[in-house]
């Protein structure tokens, strides 16, 4: 049986492709073959012969091998060694191998073991080596499980002090928090992690958090502008000069007799983060090249990962940026609810989804109130969000009902997949764009709330006694799938009533395990209690559904509590389809306003509604109906008719008799428009009071 020969066990780094990316000095003695020569070619051509079946299942399989193989040498023939190969994780796109080697023959030109190497901690040199293999199998698990920078340099110094640094500290540029590229026009760092083998790390001249400033004449200083790693002991003259310049940390160094260190730069894709410090005062051993090798391997695979998380927070805060500036920031002035709402960006890897929310004032003193959710995360959803927000103001804008304006939303998203796919497939199994959507329109003259959704869930209706009830609303498709029709529904809103909007983000929180009834149960609770205010009962509508957990998904909730306008406010009567209506519609208005103390305002109104009703009478069909409301600072003149065809402005020439009245209109109001009913259509028109 073969036995291993006392000796310096070999280490390389293999990727996914089989080919060599590091290449130790005691692999160079043991082959003869230079990293200069290696690097970058096939492992399995220094083999001499053919791999063992054995070893090749485990690469395809992506499990460990341990096994002796012949590896080839530059002189005096091959050399059996016994072969370890562990697999790794990385924060890449590829796997990464770990290999380590020990002769089981003697070599005919042993190099000499270097000074202290049997007495580092371990004792033999084989159990240093399977020590080191075994922390790069551990960093592989442990390190960047996380897309927090933070965290993942934490992790770098846990793993690192366990049995191979004494301490360990991470140092980074404070421009990698803001999520852009570190620009290295400064020497200023953040001490973001750190650990020691000793309680509460008290040989570090840095606490956790702290910013350091570094002198241009340090060693840091250099690792960060050419980019290598330096390994330095006490008797380095540029470690000395350093420490000289500083007397809190040549205090340091003294007190707890640190001999030896290592600064290794944090790089990930050609961009430098920072630096990772080792040092050892407790082991009698210096770190030696192959120790700078593990230093290097355990540091890059932390870069990469914090170069994830820089990356990810920059693509997030742009996400988040762009959904702020897309969501309203307050609600318009109306007078039908009150209203508050809160938006919670989802905190996980999955980024800012799609979530919003609108209030509409729309014509007739009434309101539309919106909630919807773009399916998928990131700048994508968020940019998808501001056009169909746009798409829903525009088309509240005309005023159509809730099942009409959701139909041309559904026929706008699928224009939109079929539009950015190049193959012309299906919208929803391969399109870009897919949402929900509640649309609901409350009009606080007649009491009451005409809804229609798309895949959404419907509302809470909380009513004046305190009662939660949850309207049953036509089941509706999401948006993007096109062809299948929407309904609406009318609900009768008291005096009082609150209406609660939501997105499902708000019932699949992990305090809910998944259970959107008891979801819906809790949410209904917390609105019946006594609160102060609005905002309050959003507070404790967030916290009896999320609990303390971070939301799963982008929560919106919309509360808008109902007024009604009283019948005070409100006159109005039917018209026959007769001329002379004109000036009974006249004297209606004047005994109005003078009841309502508004005659200044009557000479205005007058003139307005005389041109709405003769347009009705000549070009409409009954039943006609004139109706004046009075919200607030704004008078509303409104005449209905029939007819569904609807009128607009044309320029008159200097001869024509007519076409010159809703210009008139136009002019001497603040806002005009036209929208269709089940019984025709109404014009209306607002004026400033």
């Not at 016994?82 to 994780?89: K, M, S």
């Not at 959507?437 to 959404?456: K, N, T």
Request: hydrophobic content about 45%; glycine content about 10%; charged content about 25%.
């Amino acid at each position: 049986m073969a036995t291993r020969v006392p000796g310096r066990a070999a280490t390389a780094t293999v990727d996914g492709g089989g080919s060599v990316t590091g290449w130790s000095e005691a692999a160079e003695r043991m082959s003869g073959f230079p990293a200069a020569r290696v690097l970058g070619r096939s492992a399995f051509d220094l083999l001499a012969g053919d791999a063992p079946i054995s070893l090749l299942r485990a690469v395809v399989r992506r499990r460990p091998f341990t096994g002796m193989v012949r590896l080839a040498r530059s002189e005096d023939g091959p050399v059996a060694v016994e072969l370890g190969v562990v697999p790794v994780r990385t924060a890449g796109a590829g796997p990464t191998w770990v290999v380590s080697a020990q002769p089981l023959q003697p070599l005919a030109a042993e190099a000499p073991l270097p000074v202290g190497e049997v007495s580092n901690r371990s004792g033999r040199p084989e159990d240093l080596a399977r020590r080191r293999l075994a922390m790069l199998g551990a960093a592989g698990l442990r390190i960047g499980s996380t897309l927090e920078v933070e965290r993942t340099a934490q992790e770098l110094a846990d793993v690192a002090t366990e049995g191979f640094a004494d301490f360990v500290a991470v140092d980074l540029l404070d421009s990698v928090f803001g999520g852009a590229p570190p620009t290295g026009a400064g020497l200023v760092f953040y001490r973001v992690a750190q650990q020691s083998v000793l309680s509460g790390c008290p040989e570090s001249a840095v606490s956790k958090g702290a910013r350091d400033v570094i002198v241009p004449e340090s060693p840091m200083a250099e690792v960060l502008a050419s980019g290598r790693p330096l390994r330095t002991d006490v008797r380095d003259p540029r470690l000395r000069g350093w420490i000289d310049q500083e007397p809190r940390r040549e205090e340091i160094a003294s007190a707890f007799g640190i001999h030896s260190s290592m600064l290794v730069p944090l790089t990930a894709r050609g961009v430098t983060l920072g630096v990772a410090i080792f040092l050892r005062h407790r082991s009698p051993a210096p770190f030696d090249e192959d120790d700078l090798v593990l230093a290097t391997e355990l540091t890059a695979r932390a870069a990469l990962s914090m170069d994830n998380a820089r990356q990810y927070t920059l693509q997030r805060d742009t996400a988040l940026a762009l959904q702020r500036s897309l969501l309203p920031s307050r609600t318009p002035r109306q007078a039908a609810v009150e209203v508050a709402f809160r938006y919670l960006p989802v905190s996980g890897r999955d980024g800012v989804g799609g979530d919003w929310f609108d209030v509409i004032p729309l014509s007739g003193a009434r309101v539309a109130l919106v909630v919807g959710d773009v399916v998928g995360h990131g700048v994508p959803a968020a940019a998808a969000m501001g056009r169909l927000r746009t798409a829903v103001r525009t088309l509240a804008d005309i005023d159509m009902p809730p099942d009409e304006l959701l139909t041309h939303l559904d026929d706008l998203v699928l224009r939109v997949d079929l539009d950015e796919q190049p193959d012309g497939g299906t919208a929803w199994a391969g399109g870009s764009v897919g949402a929900t959507c509640l649309y609901a329109v409350y009009d606080p003259v007649a009491r009451s709330c005409a809804m229609a959704r798309a895949g959404h869930p419907g509302p809470v209706l909380v009513g004046p006694d305190g009662k939660p009830t949850f309207p049953v609303l036509p089941p509706g498709p999401p948006l993007g799938l096109g062809g299948l029709p929407f309904e609406a529904a009318e609900v009768a809103v008291p005096e009082g009533s609150m209406l609660a909007l939501f997105t499902d983000g708000l019932l699949r929180t992990s305090e809910l395990r998944g259970d959107p009834e008891l979801g819906l149960d809790r949410l209904g609770s917390a609105l019946t209690e006594p609160a102060g205010s609005l905002e309050e009962l959003c507070e404790r509508a967030l916290s009896a559904t999320l609990g303390s957990a971070a939301p799963s998904d982008d929560v919106a909730l919309l509360l808008a509590r109902t007024r009604v306008l009283p019948e005070r406010d409100v006159a109005g009567c039917e018209l026959r389809r007769d001329p002379s209506e004109v000036a009974r519609a006249r004297k209606l208005v004047a005994a109005t306003l003078t009841e309502w103390g508004l005659e200044e305002a009557a000479f205005v109104t007058e003139l307005v509604v005389s041109e709405l009703v003769t347009n009705a009478v000549r070009y409409g069909r009954p039943p006609i109906g004139l109706r004046l409301i009075r919200d607030g600072g704004v008078l509303i003149c409104e005449v209905s008719d029939g007819s569904s065809t609807a009128p607009h402005l044309r320029r008159a020439r200097t001869f024509d008799e007519g076409g010159r009245g809703l210009l008139l209109v136009a002019q001497l109001c603040r806002n005009w428009g036209t929208r269709h009913t089940a019984r025709g259509k109404t014009i209306w028109a607002e004026q400033q009071l």
